[in-house]
């Protein structure tokens, strides 16, 4: 069955500092989509990245790295430098592409503290 | 901003009672689906509509219900509430009938006492 697994359920570091959070997913597909949110404390989840299955080029946006490894079935977020602002909580999803619903399979998600 | 928007922000409301939810998707998103995010269940896909049509169903109750418009906007239905119905609610909608970089409103915080 799929499943989507944040181990770390709160993160805190000092800003400036660089932070990593773990995604593993399980899942028997070939074809699946790996998506990070932000839940920032306003609550909305603001899409960051959405990744398929054929595609482990690491990507990086500004201070935002993922680094895709299908070996070991992780989907890792690394935030260089942090601030403050990154403070939130952050989700990991897969989508099934032969999964007809097509729905996002979350994990529990990974609050991030950024302290001044 | 997204570009999905979600009425209203906030409702609080009496157990036994009934609720709707509106959602007006991205322009030209033919897509929209509806989660729910709760302390102990975390978020959880409720139910998906492509151009008007049921596609998908997840873990929504049979008190809960969904429509799609002919001009795309959705509307949760909530009814018979009870304590544990409270929650954030999500819209999403996206282009194409595969959940894909879909986009989120801000949601609906209910609260039911």
């Known amino acids: 069955a799929q499943k989507v697994t944040q181990a770390q359920t709160e993160i805190s570091v000092v800003e400036k500092e660089d932070v990593t959070l773990d995604c593993v997913y399980e899942t028997r597909d070939t074809t699946y989509y790996l998506f990070w949110y932000k839940q920032p404390p306003s609550g909305e989840l603001v899409f960051l990245i959405r990744?398929?299955?054929?595609d482990e080029q690491n990507e990086i946006s500004g201070r935002y790295s993922w680094n895709f490894q299908k070996s070991t079935s992780s989907f890792n977020f690394t935030i260089t430098a942090s601030q403050v602002v990154d403070s939130a909580v952050y989700f990991c999803a897969l989508s099934e592409a032969e999964d007809s619903n097509y729905q996002l399979i979350w994990g529990a998600g990974t609050k991030l503290i950024i302290k001044p | 901003d997204s570009g999905v928007t979600q009425t209203p922000k906030h409702l609080i409301t009496a157990t036994g009672q009934r609720v709707t939810l509106r959602c007006s998707p991205r322009s030209g998103d033919l897509s929209v689906y509806w989660y729910q995010q709760s302390l102990d269940q975390g978020l959880q896909f409720l139910i998906q509509?492509?151009?008007?049509?049921?596609?998908a169903k997840g873990n929504i109750l049979e008190r809960f219900s969904a429509q799609q418009f002919p001009d795309l906007h959705s509307e949760l239905n909530l009814s018979s509430l009870e304590l544990g119905d409270s929650a954030l609610y999500f819209c999403a909608s996206s282009v194409g009938t595969m959940n894909t970089e879909a986009f989120f409103g801000q949601g609906t915080r209910l609260t039911v006492v």
């Open positions: 509509y492509y151009n008007g049509e049921e596609r």
């Open positions: 990744r398929n299955s054929f």
